[in-house]
Structures are given as structure tokens and as C-alpha cells.
């Protein structure tokens, strides 16, 4: 590793600016694909829960996208969420509905 910073000192403001252009496109590119592996083991109607500010919330999956993956609450509140912040519930269908 210090090699390649001694080496990065040696860059020119020009070549920092591509490969730093370079490097974050890698890792956009890892990113989605670790988005498309999560969201691929779940499906439509799927009951699935996450944590986010506002506590656990449990949803049912009502559209798949590239990046997000969609659903409402039993309260019919939508939500979109990145499908690695998704697990699967147990639930299986609203109690009451």
C-alpha cells in the first residue's frame, strides 16, 4: 500500500482527477451489483422488514426495481428501500386483512 501512495504523489492533479473518476465508478458498479444479488431472492408479495429512523417496519413487496424495491405497510404507507438493507419476515399475510 505505500508503494501505491508514493506512487499517487507522483500523479498529476489531472490524472488524480481521472483516476479518481475511474475508482468511483468501480465502486458504483460493485454496489449495484451487490443491489441486484439481494433483490433477486426476494419476490412480489414477499413480506420482508428492515430498520430505519423510523424503527422495524415490516413491508409487502409490490414492485422490484434496479436499486429499490417497493411495498406498504398493513397501514398502506409506501416505502423504497435498497434491497440489502432488506430481510425476509416471517410474517405471512396482515392479521386483520
Known amino acids: 500500500?505505500?508503494?501505491?501512495?508514493?506512487?499517487?504523489?507522483?500523479?498529476?492533479?489531472?490524472?488524480?482527477?481521472?483516476?479518481?473518476?475511474?475508482?468511483?465508478?468501480?465502486?458504483?458498479?460493485?454496489?449495484?451489483?451487490?443491489?441486484?444479488?439481494?433483490?433477486?431472492?426476494?419476490?412480489?408479495?414477499?413480506?420482508?422488514s428492515f430498520v430505519g429512523q423510523r424503527g422495524f417496519t415490516v413491508i409487502r413487496i409490490?414492485?422490484?426495481n434496479s436499486s429499490t424495491i417497493g411495498g406498504k405497510t398493513q397501514e398502506g404507507q409506501g416505502w423504497r428501500v435498497a434491497p440489502t438493507l432488506l430481510k425476509p419476515s416471517s410474517l405471512k399475510e396482515?392479521?386483520?386483512?
Open 94 to 97: 396482515w392479521k386483520g386483512k
Open 62 to 64: 409490490d414492485r422490484i
Open 1 to 48: 500500500m505505500d508503494a501505491i501512495l508514493d506512487r499517487l504523489e507522483e500523479l498529476s492533479e489531472w490524472d488524480l482527477r481521472t483516476l479518481n473518476q475511474t475508482v468511483v465508478g468501480m465502486i458504483r458498479s460493485i454496489n449495484k451489483r451487490k443491489a441486484r444479488a439481494a433483490a433477486a431472492q426476494f419476490n412480489l408479495g414477499d413480506y420482508v
